[in-house]
Nanobody, 124 residues
């Protein structure tokens, strides 16, 4: 059974950095695409970034492009989300997700497995 476990959330001030981690297990990495989503109060769950293990392909939403970086440690089966220049509007619960779909999946329903989420709170 695929399991995704996030960590690294917390409190930050605007302009600070945080790094989120997602440890994946029981997943075929050569076919998997890992995504990060976030869910802010009163808003829909939003796509943030994705990473494809096989090709190291990365894709970012416009709202985080240039500030967030997705990367991986294949030996530890871990995907990271480095978040720099944090803004108050980045406050949300951040979720790691996985899918075997090809292309550039950005919709919530395109992902089959989800972590429990980690809270990121940015104060101004």
């Amino acid at each position: 059974q695929v399991q995704l476990v996030e960590s690294g959330g917390g409190l930050a001030q605007a302009g600070d950095s945080l790094r989120l981690s997602c440890v994946a297990s029981a997943i075929t990495f050569s076919r998997a695409t890992m995504g990060w989503f976030r869910h802010a109060p009163g808003k829909e769950r939003e796509f943030v970034a994705l990473f494809r293990w096989f090709s190291s392909y990365r894709y970012y939403s416009d709202s985080v492009k240039g500030r967030f970086t997705i990367s991986s440690d294949n030996t530890k089966k871990t995907v990271f989300l480095q978040m720099n220049s944090l803004r108050k509007e980045d406050t949300a619960v951040y979720y790691c997700a996985a899918t075997m779909r090809e292309g550039t999946p950005q919709r919530r329903d395109e992902y089959d497995w989800w972590g429990q989420g980690t809270q990121v709170t940015v104060s101004s």
